[in-house]
């Protein structure tokens, strides 16, 4: 049988807030003791620090350079992830997550799954979706919508589904937390569930099934899917039941808060009320954790979980005032531009099929590795014993340098800082960084901006400090074979985005 794939993405979750890491705060008690069954690699680095760019490096294996894709105006063109060759090999694929850049944006990260599942706050997922008739028909065609609800097979469902987007957008201190903006991430882990139990992919999850011939109907094959987790991306929310650090008094800072990033940026908001929602970010980050534990748990209790490769790691991290030794005066609030440890350091946990004990790997990975490591998991399928055997090398060590790239504010990102901020020079050119090992076993992180050029040494995911003003010329020797692979082709600019995609792209502070 070959092995099922789960990529389970902690959407803007950093090494340094991880207990498994040594935080002082258990936020993922899950991730500490899954440890103990999967390969922990300790020095993981995101290609990038935001969800778009990220991801394309993760689905194509390619760095920032290579493929290109930092905004809507590219697309990623058919053929190049990864999630595309499991499918034309016979996998049933599907993704499910509230980030609309991996779910609705036209980005192209979402080529290759067939059943595509976004935000579900929904009240009646089966009724009429009001994201989708404004994504048809545009933003205030609100006569037009209740005749679809009217004709419909649920009109009052579909009129109530409509009343609660409406008001998860104007008014959402009046509704209920599970019909916010945002659902949490237990919705998600409920839609992969109903889509793998059903034995014809399609399942009920209330998304697209995009089934372009490539679908499967007789249950038998196995399956590959993206989950992406966005409870701890900002805001910051955590449920009380895992709010242990946080309260009522950061939680007001926030609800006061126009802009997470620029009104500390700009001076607006002193960073020690951004230090102050680090509290109920690590709340955020222990919910996400449960959630992991109980996807993890169902896979054991419907027997597949021995049989699965299971990748546990996050996008990129987050800020919260950390100081900039690149860019001077800047502090690190958020993420996007940028690539200080607390942003490119990131979790990753992996279990191999069959994986029955722990591993610790501490050389320097690249979340880019995901599709050669998918790839070493198929090819070991040749016999049993070979396919659960440790692999002659980790899967996620591979020849090649390990880079980090942050591309400088686009044009849509500036109007958004603007009214903030009235130099953007320092977020504007592109950061570069080359992540190297050394016989000592030190990381040294070499890193370029403008005409700055830094060594750091990092020894541990709470330190980082600066080794030397020099890279000895290492970071523009790796860069130069770092050319573009021609993978993208035209997009959709920001300002032709419809309504409800660039409202949610909006939500997630990136226009």
Not at 50 to 70: D, K, R
Not at 154 to 162: D, H, I, K, Q, T
Not at 275 to 291: F, H, I, T
Not at 489 to 494: H, L
Request: include cysteine; charge should be negative; proline fraction near 5%.
């Amino acid at each position: 049988m070959r092995p099922n794939v789960l990529l389970v993405v902690l959407d803007t979750v950093r090494a340094r807030n991880t207990s498994l890491h040594g935080h002082v705060n258990e936020t993922t008690p899950f991730l500490t003791s899954f440890a103990d069954d999967a390969t922990w690699y300790t020095q993981a680095r995101a290609p990038a620090a935001t969800s778009l760019t990220s991801h394309a490096s993760i689905f194509t294996g390619l760095s920032v350079p290579e493929h290109g894709l930092t905004a809507t105006d590219r697309s990623l063109e058919p053929g190049h992830s990864v999630f595309e060759r499991l499918r034309d090999d016979g996998y049933r694929t599907g993704i499910f997550s509230e980030n609309t850049w991996i779910t609705e944006v036209d980005v192209g990260l979402d080529r290759g799954f067939e059943k595509i599942v976004g935000p579900q706050n929904l009240p009646f997922p089966d009724a009429v979706d009001p994201r989708g008739f404004v994504a048809d028909a545009g933003r205030g065609d609100y006569v037009g919508y209740v005749r679809e609800s009217l004709a419909s097979d649920a009109p009052v469902r579909s009129l109530v589904n409509g009343v609660a987007i409406k008001l998860a957008y104007d008014y959402p201190a009046l509704l209920p937390d599970a019909l916010r903006s945002r659902a949490r991430g237990d919705a998600y882990v409920d839609a992969l569930f109903r889509w793998i139990d059903d034995t014809d992919g399609a399942g009920d999850g209330g998304g697209r099934h995009d089934d372009d011939g490539n679908g499967h109907s007789d249950g038998d094959e196995p399956w590959a899917a993206c989950i992406n987790l966005m409870d701890a991306h900002n805001p910051y929310e955590p449920p009380a039941t895992h709010d242990h650090w946080g309260g009522e008094r950061a939680r007001a800072i926030q609800n006061d808060l126009d802009e997470q990033k620029w009104e500390f940026a700009g001076g607006q908001r002193p960073w020690w009320q951004k230090r102050a929602l680090e509290s109920l970010y690590d709340g955020a980050v222990r919910q996400a954790d449960a959630v992991v534990a109980e996807l993890v748990g169902r896979l054991r209790e419907r027997g597949v979980y021995s049989d699965t490769l299971v990748v546990v790691t996050a996008d990129h991290g987050e800020g919260f005032g950390e100081r900039s030794h690149v860019r001077p005066d800047v502090r690190i609030a958020k993420h996007n531009v940028g690539i200080h440890e607390v942003l490119t350091h990131v979790p990753l946990l992996v279990k191999r099929p069959g994986q029955e004990s722990g591993e610790r790997v501490d050389d320097i990975v690249s979340l880019s590795a995901f599709p050669t490591a998918v790839e070493r998991v198929q090819n070991r399928e040749q016999s049993r014993d070979s396919a659960t055997a440790a692999p002659d090398r980790p899967l996620f060590v591979r020849d090649g340098p390990v880079v980090s790239t942050a591309v400088g504010l686009n044009e849509a990102e500036r109007r958004r800082a603007a009214p903030y901020v009235d130099d953007l020079s320092p977020y504007t050119a592109t950061s570069r960084a080359v992540y190297e090992r050394g016989d000592d076993g030190r990381v040294r992180k070499y890193v370029t901006w403008r005409d700055v050029v830094k060594t750091f040494e990092v020894p541990d995911p709470e330190t980082s400090f600066v080794a030397a003003d020099t890279d000895e010329g290492r970071v523009d020797a790796v860069f130069e074979d770092l050319t573009d692979a021609g993978v993208t082709g035209d997009g959709t600019a920001v300002d032709d985005l419809d309504g409800e995609t660039r409202r949610h792209l909006e939500d997630l502070g990136y226009v």
